[in-house]
Structures are given as structure tokens and as C-alpha cells.
């Protein structure tokens, strides 16, 4: 391998070069063979295998890292093959000989076929095949909506709920919803200035900032004469060469200046207590006019070099409201003196449109000049970091990369690497100039480096972060990376990521690389400023070239060698946030499970019995026999005949004398099968429209007891699946026989235990009537029994 050659990072490749390499020497030995057909036969070979993995891509733009490194993989790119330039004279042969046109035609044809490698080939091979791979700089270069399931794409779809200013902005405002965590601990509070709410907000915070800023001066200059500290400022504003104001004659302000802020101060602090609601009225709030004087005499304090009389005397009331100010508010360090603010269109990338402004007016007189505002020309206002960590007198902010492979479940993979970008003037907040504040590179490749800056920053502006870790060791702070500035941009990633969960398009096989802004506070605390869905990957100074091609070759092992091999390499890429599954309840509609006894659709609908009353033993309605008596001859039962046949038929059943074949026991006899004789009982109908039949009680019989079954109802017996209908009585009692005689069924004629329903027509024996006697019908105690 030569010196400085990548090894190859893949055994895929490793296996097409050793192919490709045997092809050459075989189709070499053939003296007829040409080096045309050699490549071409190496490219159909590499382009089948390519179409039957599934190893075809596309890309749009100018990605050659990514171009090589999946050509390594065993890819092929698709792209439409340009049209070669038209002939000339000389090439359609008019006025040359049929020789020279000959040698001509050959000469070129020799140049194409050097100039023409073995991949255009294999794109040529592939133009009717469906690419399997899309890289975009944009989403909107592809049809996003019609890719396949099966197609990987760059980029996911409604991503600007945290890739904007103006949708981090509204986005971080309902983190507390997502995650136990407070925006304001890493994101520099924002508003939007599309709406007239938005502007009142930005204005009472602007207000509430500048009070603040007087107790903090007063507590910085307790040691300071006003003089010497105003003749301080103009030294530091001509070597800065701002060319800003020229500061007045020097005037002194009434301590009503600081009585003012307190009160705005101890009010801020009642409403972030909670102890503004039972507030009526708003007494101690300041009015219109009272606001216009304390910003002004504001600017003269900060702005323009004013003092404040006896600034002493209010030192103690001012320490103890900025220390209860900061123990509710993490962004108090960050706010310093100036009031300072950043403005930024909504929608912009690049730095483009941003400028820094400490006045209110100009800052609402330059956002109401553009109306009525449009996606382009809405304004993003963000507290700027007045306090920022320097590097030789420098500010510069961190470019972090990570990578989002899913959205549902939640998967982010988060850089081991990024770079530091340096401005291209020393800091000073007196000087608002671009060069000074932003960072971008955009802004800052178009202006020269600053001859007052330290030599110690590279010239192109630029540190890995490596080289920022050498850096903090020499200045003994060398665990601030790893404890503190590190796992808190991880955080800050995982927050921003998680609250657009719900509204980016979670598409499979998709992925997108995002590019994050920190700026470090004095503490080397980090701060989120943006992020860009399309961060830019051009090679513009010697560690971009490095390690833009390095995030860009370790992307592709994470999104395409790792769908084959869990365990791949994944480069500098480490996996900040897997959501865990949720596991759904199981689906319990098919599997419901009712226990009990089921109902049953009556076959043959029957009428209730109106009313009966049994004072002797019945008889078939329909037979001439009566159930034998000891003292008289058979009863006879009189039935006044109704006008439907069914009633007759129900009391037959009921009235039917039936032997006790199967369920009584015969003691040898062979007299005359038991017949079951019925006390008299009544039953009163809850159904008082049915049809009634009387019924003529015969005389009783000397056996009987008329007093038996006149005072309680006919029990709930005779619930049959094919004729009850009506309501029953409740059941009675039952004594007589023993446990194990069985009665037949009225119904049915089947067996039946006393107390228990039939098993063949679910009815209840009239053994069950409440009062009913068994009685032994002279064959002792074994029987024949009846009631």
C-alpha cells in the first residue's frame, strides 16, 4: 500500500478491486482482446452485483466525499450522462478525404475512451434503475412525497419547528412539557417581533434588563469614582476606534434613578414567586412616562458615562436583589450592563440580516419600517451574550454536528469532533460591528484579519476541538471539556431534538446531518444559539477540509453499514439518544371472555298463565281418567275452553299426570303406576293484556289439605327454553322424599332432581312449589311417591 493511501473500509470493496484486478489479468492474456471491452466487462460485472444489493445512489450537488466513499462501498451513481458537444466540419467529413475523416474519428474516439472512466460506465448501466440512495442539498431537489418505502434520503420533512430561529424560538417555550428542564439554562431567551404580543413581551424584558443593569452598576463602581470610570470609557472607546458616540458633559443622577429599578426589580421577583396574584391593582407598577425617563437616564448611566449620587448608600439593597434575582434566573451572568440584543431575520441563514442593537426605539422602528411582514422579513430578537469566554481577546463559537437516523423511535448520534470559529477583530462591547460579534464564517471569510489581534489565532480563523483541549490545559482548565462543556451540549442537542419530535415527518430511511452554534459563557458554560438543517460541508480552510470529510465518511457508515451490521464501525459518531420502545398494550377485542350462563332464544313462543288455583289433584284437561283417592272416586277438573288452543295446550303439560319411570323406586308391586297430584296454588300474571283461561276447581279429596298451597304462589318452576315467558314465583321450600329420588319432569317427562333444573328443557319439577309434601302412595317408604 502506498504512503498516505486509506486503506479500504469495507470488505465489500476490498472483493470488487481483487474482481476487477483478476478481470484485468484474464481478459489481458487475450491478444484479441481491447481495453474498451476489458472496462466494460468489469463495469456489468460490478453494476449487477450493485442492482441485486440494492447499491444504487444519486446525488445532487457537489459531494465528493460522499461520492467516493460510497463508489468504495460497491455503489453506483446514477446521473444523466452529459451530451457531447456537436460535430464539426471536419466531423461530418464535408471537403476533408475519407482517410483524414477516418483518422480523425479515431483520434477522438481514442480521447473519449481515456476520458471516459469505468464508473460513467457503470452510471450509463443503470440509467432505468431506481436509485436506493438520495443525497440532497435540499429536500425539495427530489420528490419528496413519491420516494419508495425502500429509498434512503438525506433529509426528513417539516424540520423548521427547530432548524429556524424563528421555530427554536416558539419550540423552546414548551420544553418544559417534554422534559423536566428549563430553556433558560442553555437557550438565550427569545422573541419573536411578528406580533403585537411578542413586542410588548420583548419590551418589558428589555425595560426589566436595564433595571437590573442599574443595580449592577452600582454594585461594580462602589469602588470606582464616577470621574475616573467616565475617563476609563472614552480611553477604552478610542482604542476600540468604534466611531460610536462622543460622550457628554459628564452629569450626576438622582438616587430616584435606583429607587425606581428597585421597585421594577422587587416587582419582577413578585411574579416570578407567584406573589402578583392577589395583586388588585397595579400601584407599584410604573407608568408610560416613568418608563421613557428611567430608559433614558439607563443610556446615560451605561451609554454615555453619567454617576449616580451617593451610589453607595443603595450598595447593600442592591446585592440582596441581584442575588434573589439570580437564584430564579439563570440568564442574570449572561445579561452584563449594555442590554445588548441581537437581531436576526426569521427565516435567513448564513449571518445574513443579523446586527446587534442596545436601544429599544431603533430596534421597533426598524421591525415596524417592514410592513406587512412576510416569511422573509419577520425578526427574531435574542438576548445577546454579553459575558462570552475570549481566547486571546476573541470571541468565537462552536460548530457541533449530530445526526438524526430516526424519529420514531427517537435515535440522535452525536460528534466526538467539531471546530471553533474566531471573529476577525478583538471583542468590545462598545464596537457592534459584525467582525467583533459574529461568528459565521460566511461573514467573517469576506473581512481581513484584524492588525490588533493576537498572532497566536490561526489565520484562517479556525481550531479543531482538540486543539481547544490543549488550550484549556495550559490554562489549568483542561477537565472543563469533559465535565462541563462537552455533556452539556449533549443536553442542549437532546432537548432541542426531542420537543420537534412531534412535528418533524418521522420517515423511514431517512436521516439528516444538523449542524449546532454554542457560544461559551465566562463559565464555560455553553449556549444554544441555532441550529442548520444543511450545515455547509465546502473544505474553506485547512481543519474543514479535514473534518467535514470525516463527519461526511462516518455519516455513511452510520446510515448504510450499520443497517447490515449493528456492530459496525460508526466512526467519531457515538449514540447520544435512543428512545426505548413502548410496548402496546395487547389488542383484547377478538380475546374478550364472558362467564356465565348464556340466554337462549325461546324456539316456540307461549302465553303466560293468567291465573289458576288448584284445590284438588288435576287431571288432563283432555282425559276422562282422574288421578285415584283413597275416599273418592276421580276428581274432575272443569276448564273453561279460551279462545287459542296454546293455553289449553300449557295446561295440559301442567296438569298432565305423569309414572315416575326413571325417578322413583318400586318396592316390588305391580300395581299401577304414581301419578302426581298438584296442591292447589295461585299465581297472579305480570302481563295483565294476556290472554286468561278460568279454570273450575273440583271438589277436594279427603287426602288433601286445602290450606297447603293457598297462601303462597306458584314457584318460579317451569322456565323453559322453549316456553317461559311470564314471571314466576319465587322457589319454595321442598320436604318428602330422600335426596336421591328423582321426579319426573312436567315438561319433559325427563328426571329431575327436587331442587334443580331439567337438563333437558331447563324447567323446574313441581316438586319445587313451596308447601309441597311427598306422599307415599302405599308401597312404603320405597315408594311409589307423589305429592
Not at 477516418?102 to 457503470?122: C, F, G, N
Not at 449572561?334 to 446586527?355: H, V
Not at 465566562?522 to 467535514?548: G, R, Y
Amino acid at each position: 500500500m502506498e504512503p498516505g493511501e486509506k486503506r479500504p473500509s469495507s470488505t465489500t470493496s476490498d472483493g470488487d478491486r481483487r474482481e476487477e484486478h483478476t478481470l484485468k489479468q484474464g481478459i489481458a492474456q487475450d491478444p484479441a482482446s481491447s481495453p474498451r471491452l476489458d472496462k466494460f466487462k468489469i463495469a456489468r460485472q460490478l453494476t449487477d452485483r450493485a442492482i441485486k444489493e440494492k447499491k444504487i445512489f444519486s446525488i445532487y450537488g457537489h459531494f465528493p466525499v460522499v461520492r467516493a466513499a460510497l463508489r468504495r462501498k460497491g455503489w453506483v451513481e446514477k446521473f444523466p450522462v452529459l451530451p457531447k458537444g456537436p460535430l464539426g466540419a471536419e466531423d461530418s467529413g464535408e471537403g476533408v478525404p475519407d482517410h483524414k475523416c477516418t483518422e480523425v474519428k479515431e483520434s477522438q474516439q481514442v480521447a473519449l475512451e481515456k476520458a471516459e472512466t469505468i464508473h460513467d460506465m457503470m452510471s450509463r448501466l443503470v440509467k432505468n434503475e431506481t436509485p436506493h440512495l438520495l443525497w440532497t442539498i435540499k429536500r425539495d431537489a427530489v420528490d419528496y412525497h413519491n420516494l419508495a418505502g425502500d429509498q434512503m434520503l438525506n433529509h426528513f420533512g417539516k424540520t423548521a419547528s427547530f432548524t429556524t430561529k424563528i421555530g427554536l424560538c416558539l419550540s423552546m417555550r414548551s420544553l418544559p412539557w417534554y422534559v423536566q428542564a428549563n430553556p433558560d439554562s442553555f437557550f438565550p431567551r427569545c422573541y419573536g417581533l411578528c406580533t403585537e404580543s411578542e413586542k410588548q413581551e420583548f419590551l418589558d424584558d428589555f425595560r426589566r434588563t436595564a433595571a437590573s443593569s442599574i443595580l449592577k452598576w452600582v454594585v461594580s463602581h462602589q469602588s470606582c469614582s464616577s470621574r475616573s470610570r467616565a475617563k476609563a470609557r472614552r480611553e477604552e472607546a478610542r482604542d476600540s476606534d468604534s466611531g460610536g458616540r462622543r460622550d457628554p458633559e459628564l452629569r450626576g443622577l438622582s438616587g430616584q434613578l435606583v429607587d425606581a429599578a428597585c421597585r421594577v426589580c422587587q416587582a419582577y421577583l413578585g411574579q416570578l414567586e407567584h406573589e402578583d396574584i392577589d395583586v388588585l391593582d397595579a400601584a407599584e407598577e410604573l407608568t408610560e412616562a416613568e418608563w421613557q425617563d428611567l430608559t433614558q437616564q439607563y443610556y446615560s448611566l451605561v451609554h454615555d458615562g453619567a454617576f449616580i449620587c451617593n451610589s453607595r448608600n443603595y450598595l447593600s439593597q442592591c446585592q440582596t436583589l441581584l442575588r434573589r434575582i439570580m437564584s430564579v434566573s439563570p440568564q442574570t451572568e449572561i445579561d452584563g450592563l449594555q442590554n445588548i440584543w441581537i437581531l436576526k431575520p426569521a427565516a435567513k441563514s448564513r449571518g445574513r440580516g443579523i446586527t446587534c442593537m442596545d436601544r429599544v426605539e431603533e430596534i421597533l422602528e426598524l421591525v415596524a419600517a417592514e410592513q406587512p411582514p412576510t416569511k422573509d422579513s419577520r425578526w427574531v430578537i435574542q438576548k445577546y451574550i454579553e459575558t462570552p469566554m475570549l481566547i486571546h481577546d476573541t470571541k468565537f463559537d462552536i460548530r457541533q454536528w449530530f445526526l438524526v437516523t430516526d424519529w420514531n423511535p427517537l435515535t440522535v448520534w452525536f460528534y466526538k469532533e467539531s471546530y471553533l470559529r474566531f471573529c476577525t477583530q478583538r471583542f468590545s462591547l462598545h464596537n457592534l460591528d459584525s467582525a467583533a460579534h459574529l461568528c459565521n464564517n460566511s461573514i467573517q471569510r469576506n473581512l481581513q484579519n484584524d492588525s490588533g489581534r493576537s498572532p497566536l489565532l490561526p489565520g484562517h480563523n479556525t481550531w479543531t476541538s482538540s486543539r481547544f483541549q490543549e488550550y484549556l490545559q495550559r490554562k489549568g482548565r483542561g477537565a472543563v471539556w469533559g465535565s462541563v462543556i462537552y455533556p452539556s451540549m449533549k443536553r442542549a442537542i437532546s432537548h432541542a431534538v426531542r420537543l420537534a419530535q412531534d412535528r418533524v415527518e418521522a420517515r423511514k430511511n431517512s436521516f439528516e446531518l444538523y449542524g449546532a452554534d454554542f457560544i461559551l459563557g465566562s463559565d464555560f458554560k455553553p449556549w444554544l444559539i441555532e441550529i442548520n438543517s444543511s450545515p455547509s460541508m465546502h473544505p474553506s480552510t485547512p481543519v474543514t477540509a479535514q473534518l467535514c470529510a470525516q463527519v461526511q465518511e462516518d455519516t455513511i457508515k452510520v446510515v448504510v453499514d450499520r443497517k447490515l451490521d449493528r456492530n459496525c464501525d460508526t466512526g467519531n459518531f457515538e449514540l447520544l439518544w435512543k428512545q426505548p420502545a413502548v410496548e402496546l398494550p395487547p389488542f383484547g377485542g377478538s380475546d374478550l371472555c364472558v362467564q356465565g350462563v348464556s340466554v337462549r332464544k325461546p324456539r316456540k313462543q307461549t302465553l303466560p298463565i293468567a291465573s289458576f288455583n288448584f284445590s284438588a289433584p288435576l287431571s288432563h284437561p283432555r282425559s276422562s281418567s282422574a288421578l285415584p283417592g283413597p275416599a273418592r272416586g276421580p276428581p274432575r277438573l272443569a276448564v273453561q275452553r279460551g279462545p287459542r288452543l296454546k293455553e289449553e295446550k300449557v295446561l295440559s303439560r301442567l296438569a298432565q299426570p305423569g309414572p315416575l319411570k326413571r325417578g322413583c323406586r318400586k318396592a316390588g308391586s305391580t300395581k299401577a303406576p304414581a301419578e302426581t297430584e298438584l296442591p292447589a296454588c295461585r299465581c297472579r300474571p305480570e302481563d295483565s293484556k294476556a290472554p286468561r283461561s278460568t279454570l273450575t276447581e273440583a271438589p277436594p279429596t279427603s287426602h288433601e289439605d286445602p290450606n297447603l298451597c293457598d297462601r303462597q304462589p306458584l314457584a318460579p318452576a317451569l322456565q323453559s327454553g322453549d316456553s317461559t315467558e311470564g314471571a314466576l314465583c319465587p322457589s319454595p321450600r321442598v320436604t318428602g322424599p330422600p335426596s336421591d329420588l328423582r321426579a319426573p319432569c312436567l315438561v319433559c317427562q325427563g328426571p329431575l332432581p327436587p331442587t334443580r333444573p331439567c337438563k333437558r328443557c331447563r324447567s323446574f319439577c313441581a316438586s319445587v312449589l313451596q308447601g309441597a309434601t311427598f306422599v307415599p302412595l302405599g308401597g312404603g317408604r320405597d315408594g311409589p311417591w307423589t305429592l
